[in-house]
């Protein structure tokens, strides 16, 4: 079995993070459904987050460089 790239599979679970938080809620929703939606097993997410806020923050991270880069992009 092949192991995933490390930052790709870390940037799917942001991107879950952030579809499941947006869905259900930041207490409708756990790591386990965060590593589920993003196609992994639970354990996977703990090897790139220490819990659901540290994905939550990583996923508001995403979300605020990718506004900047409209806004930089407007500017232009």
Do not use: C, Q
Not at 46 to 59: E, G, I, P, Q, S
């Amino acid at each position: 079995m092949t192991r995933g790239d490390p930052a790709e599979t870390r940037t799917k679970l942001v991107a879950a993070a952030a579809r499941e938080i947006e869905r259900h809620g930041y207490h409708g929703t756990d790591s386990n459904r965060i590593a589920r939606a993003a196609g992994y097993a639970p354990g996977t997410f703990y090897k790139h987050f220490d819990d659901k806020r540290a994905a939550l923050l990583a996923a508001h991270a995403e979300w605020v460089a990718t506004e900047w880069d409209a806004i930089d992009a407007r500017s232009s």
